[in-house]
C-alpha cells in the first residue's frame, strides 16, 4: 500500500504554508491535548504523548491533505465517562490501564471496519443524530469541567450527577480561580470573534505560566498541573488480564464508530470545499493506525479534529506535511521543553478546553433544524438529552432509533397525487399544482411518490379507495418513483386488483422500471402482468382500459367542454413491452399469446365475416401490445398455422386468415408511416431482423412460411377475381 499519498509531487512553493500551519497547529494543540488527556481520566502530558506518533501514522496512511488528527473531544469524553460508569478514579492506576487499552481496541475495531470496507456505514448516521450526540458529549464535558475553574476536582456522571458536583463546588469556591478561568475563557472567546485566526488560546496559557512563575498562583490556593520529566513517550505494552475485556470492546466498539463517523464526514467536508477527493477506507485505516500507535504510548483514543483542521485551513496548509512538521514540535517540546507544564494553573487550562468545546457545541445546526425540518430537530434534542441524561451509549442508541422511525413515518406518509391532462399539452400534470389540469372521464391518474412497503400500502389503498365514483372506469397508478415492493405491499396490490375486476374497474400499475416487474414475479403476483394490469406507460393503460383518444375530459362547472389529442397508445409505446414487461421469460410469454390467439381463432365460428370485421373485434390482445411487439406477434402466429386445424388450414379459411394477418401487420406499417416515420424504419430493421433469425434457426420453417403466404396470396387473388367476374354478371351467391 502507498504511503505519504498527499506528498505526491510536492511543490516547494507549498513548503512556507505548511512549515508555519504545523509550528501553528503544534502550539494550540499544546493546552487542547492536554485538556483532552485529563477529561479522558489520565494525565495531561499524555495528550502531549497522542501528538506525536499518532499524528504521524495518520499522516503516513491518510489521503486528505489538510486533515489534523490527535486528542479530540468526543473520544475522551466517551472514554472519560465510561471510566466514571465503572467506577474507575481518574488519574489513579487501573485508569492508566483501562484507557490505552480502550485506544488499543478501538484501533482494532477500526482494522476491522477497514477489511469490511465499512466507511460508508457512516452514511446510516444522520446530521442531527451526529449533530446532537457530539453537541451532547460537549455539554457533558464543560459541566464536567466548571467545578476545575470554581477551584474543586472535575465532576463525573450524567447530567443529575454533574449538577450536583457543580453545586457542591459552589459551596466550597475558590474566588482567584474562578477569576483566573472566567478571564482567560472570556479573552479567548472575544479573541475567536475578533482575530478568529489568532492563536489566543498560547498566549492565555503563556500568561498563566507567567503569573504562576511572577506572583506565585499556587501559594494562594490555586491548583497547578503535576510535573513531568523530559522526553519522548516510553513503550505501553496490553495488560489483557487487569481488564474487563467485554467492558473495553463494548466501549471501545462505540468509540471506532464515532471516530470513523466524525472523521469521514468532517474529511469529505473539506475535500468538498476545497476541491479534492479521499479515499474513505484509506481514512479508516489511517484512524486505526492512529488509535494503535495512542494504545502504545500510553494515551486515550485520538480522532480527527476539526477546529484544528479549520485552522489549518485558514493558516492555508496543503499537504499531510503540516501533521509531519506538528509531530516534529511536539517531539522537540517532550524532550526540551516540559517544564513548564509544571507552572500551568488548572482553571486557565480549562478554560482553553471550555472555549475549545464551545465551538463544538452545533448550536447553528440545532437553530436551522428547528427553522426548517421540526422532526429532525427533535431528533437532534433527542440525542442531546439523551447523551446529557443517560449517558454516550443510550444518547446514541435513542438518536439512531428515532432517525429509522422518522425515515418509516417519512416513507408512510409520502408525496402523492393525482393527476390530470392539460387541454394542447404532452403529458400528465399534478391536479393540485396546475390549475388548468383536468380529469380524464371515467379515470383515476394516481401518482405515489415512495416505494412500497408495509408502513404506506394502506395509504396508497385509501386514496385510491376514496377517489373512486360511480362513473370510474380505471384506475392507473404512476409507479415511476416506486423503487421497490414488499410482499406485504404485493399481497395487497393483488387484493386491489382483483376487488376492481370484480366491481368492473380497471386496475393498473404503469411507468415503473423493469426492476420492479421482477420483484412482482418473485413475490408471487407475476399474474398481474399477464392479466394486463402491468403496463408500460400511462397512455398503453388508457388505451386499455378502452378510453377513445382523444380523451374526454372532465370539466369543471362554467368552463365548457373540451377534448384533448395526444399520441395514440400505440404510436407512444414504441419499445418491447414484453421484454419489459416479463426480462428473460419475454419468449415464452409471446409464445403463451401466440397458442392463445391461434385457440382464440379456432374457436371463431364464421371467419367470412372477419374480412370485414378484422381480427381485433374478435381478440382483445392486440390492445395489449406496443407496435414492434405486435408486427413480431403477428409473425409467430403464422409460424403456427400449423397448429390450426385441418379444415381451417384448406381453401379459403387458411386464405383469409393469412390475409387478415398480412392486413394487421400492413395496417402496424401504415399507421407508423404516417404517425411516426422514425419508428417506421426501427419497426423495418426489426422485420429484417426476425426474417434473418428465422432464417438462420430454422430454415425449414421459414421455407414453409413463405410457400404458405404464396399460397395464400393465390387464393385470395383468386378469390377476388372471381369476385369481380360474378360481381359484373350479377351472378354472385353467398359463398363468393
Known amino acids: 500500500m502507498a504511503v505519504f499519498k498527499t506528498l505526491r509531487g510536492y511543490r516547494k512553493e507549498y513548503a512556507v504554508k505548511d512549515l508555519l500551519s504545523g509550528i501553528v497547529i503544534a502550539a494550540v494543540s499544546i493546552p487542547i491535548s492536554m485538556g483532552y488527556a485529563e477529561v479522558a481520566g489520565i494525565p495531561a502530558i499524555y495528550g502531549l504523548y497522542g501528538s506525536v506518533f499518532p499524528i504521524l501514522l495518520f499522516a ?380 380524464i372521464q371515467g379515470v383515476k391518474l394516481y401518482q405515489f411518490g415512495e416505494s412500497l412497503f408495509f408502513a404506506n400500502i394502506k395509504v396508497f389503498q385509501e386514496d385510491i379507495e376514496n377517489c373512486i365514483g360511480r362513473d370510474t372506469r380505471a384506475v392507473i397508478v404512476d409507479m415511476g418513483t416506486v423503487a421497490g415492493i414488499d410482499i406485504t405491499a404485493a399481497d395487497r396490490l393483488a387484493l386491489m386488483a382483483d376487488s376492481f375486476f370484480a366491481r368492473g374497474i380497471g386496475f393498473y400499475l404503469t411507468e415503473h422500471k423493469e426492476s420492479i416487474n421482477e420483484q412482482m414475479r418473485a413475490l408471487g403476483i407475476g399474474r398481474l402482468i399477464e392479466e394486463g394490469h402491468v403496463r408500460r406507460t400511462i397512455t398503453a393503460a388508457l388505451h386499455d382500459a378502452g378510453v377513445p383518444d382523444p380523451y374526454p375530459l372532465k370539466i369543471p362547472d362554467g368552463e365548457g367542454g373540451r377534448r384533448l389529442h395526444s399520441l395514440s397508445a400505440e404510436t407512444e409505446n414504441t419499445l418491447e413491452e414484453f421484454a419489459w414487461a416479463f426480462g428473460e421469460d419475454a419468449v415464452n410469454q409471446i409464445e403463451k399469446q401466440v397458442h392463445a390467439i391461434i385457440g382464440q381463432i379456432h374457436k371463431i365460428p364464421e371467419l367470412e365475416k372477419l374480412m370485414e370485421e378484422g381480427l381485433e373485434g374478435h381478440l382483445d390482445t392486440w390492445k395489449w401490445l406496443g407496435a414492434i411487439d405486435e408486427d413480431e406477434l403477428v409473425r409467430r402466429v403464422e409460424l403456427h398455422m400449423d397448429e390450426l386445424p385441418e379444415d381451417m388450414l384448406e381453401g379459403k379459411n387458411s386464405a383469409i386468415i393469412w390475409k387478415l394477418l398480412e392486413e394487421r401487420r400492413e395496417r402496424i406499417r401504415d399507421r407508423l408511416s404516417r404517425e411516426d416515420p422514425e419508428e417506421l424504419e426501427q419497426l423495418e430493421a426489426y422485420r429484417r431482423k426476425l426474417e434473418q433469425r428465422l432464417e438462420r434457426q430454422n430454415p425449414e420453417a421459414a421455407r414453409r412460411l413463405r410457400e404458405r403466404e404464396a399460397a395464400a396470396a393465390g387464393r385470395m387473388a383468386k378469390l377476388r377475381l372471381q369476385k369481380r367476374v360474378c360481381e359484373g354478371e350479377g351472378k354472385c351467391d353467398e359463398n363468393v
Open 60 to 439: 503516513l496512511f491518510s489521503t486528505s491533505r489538510q486533515f489534523i488528527f490527535g486528542v479530540d473531544a468526543a473520544p475522551a469524553a466517551i472514554v472519560g465517562a465510561a471510566l466514571s460508569t465503572w467506577g474507575i478514579a481518574a488519574g489513579s492506576e487501573q485508569a492508566m490501564v483501562y484507557v490505552p487499552m480502550t485506544a488499543l481496541f478501538t484501533g482494532l475495531w477500526l482494522l476491522v471496519f477497514y477489511f469490511l470496507r465499512a466507511g460508508k456505514m457512516v452514511d446510516y448516521i444522520s446530521t442531527p443524530v451526529m449533530g446532537g450526540f457530539i453537541s451532547g458529549i460537549a455539554v457533558t464535558i464543560i459541566l464536567m469541567q466548571v467545578p476545575k475553574v470554581l477551584g474543586s476536582g472535575s465532576g463525573s456522571g450524567e447530567l443529575p450527577e454533574l449538577l450536583r458536583h457543580i453545586c457542591h463546588a459552589i459551596r466550597q469556591i475558590h474566588p482567584l480561580s474562578v477569576v483566573l478561568g472566567v478571564v482567560s475563557l472570556i479573552v479567548i472567546v472575544a479573541a475567536g470573534k475578533l482575530i478568529p485566526k489568532f492563536p489566543m488560546a498560547i498566549i492565555v496559557m503563556a500568561f498563566g505560566v507567567l503569573l504562576t512563575c511572577v506572583c506565585h498562583v499556587d501559594t494562594y490556593g490555586v491548583r497547578l498541573l503535576s510535573q513531568v520529566e523530559p522526553g519522548l513517550p516510553k513503550l505501553v505494552l496490553p495488560r489483557f488480564d487487569q481488564v474487563d475485556i467485554s467492558q473495553v470492546m463494548g466501549r471501545s466498539l462505540m468509540v471506532a464508530l464515532v471516530v470513523m463517523a466524525e472523521t469521514l464526514l468532517s474529511e469529505n467536508n473539506f475535500a468538498f470545499r476545497n476541491g479534492y477527493k479521499i479515499e474513505d477506507n484509506s481514512e479508516v485505516l489511517a484512524c486505526a493506525a492512529g488509535n494503535l500507535a495512542a494504545a502504545f504510548v500510553g494515551c486515550c483514543p485520538v480522532n480527527g479534529s476539526i477546529s484544528r483542521t479549520s485552522m489549518n485551513d485558514q493558516y492555508g496548509g496543503k499537504t499531510q506535511a503540516v501533521s509531519i512538521v506538528a509531530a516534529g514540535v511536539m517531539a522537540l517540546l517532550l524532550l526540551f521543553g516540559t517544564g513548564f507544564i509544571g507552572y500551568l494553573p488548572v482553571p486557565v487550562l480549562t478554560a482553553i478546553v471550555i472555549s475549545a468545546l464551545m465551538k463544538v457545541v452545533e448550536w447553528d445546526l440545532a437553530k436551522r433544524l428547528f427553522q426548517v425540518s421540526r422532526r429532525e430537530f427533535y431528533i437532534f434534542a433527542a440525542a442531546f438529552v439523551g447523551v446529557l441524561m443517560l449517558g454516550t451509549i443510550y444518547g446514541v442508541i435513542i438518536g439512531i432509533v428515532l432517525s429509522f422511525v422518522a425515515v418509516i413515518l417519512r416513507k408512510s406518509n409520502p408525496a402523492r397525487t393525482f393527476l390530470g391532462v392539460i387541454p394542447g399539452k404532452d403529458g400528465f400534470y399534478d391536479r393540485r399544482k396546475n390549475r388548468y389540469a383536468c380529469e
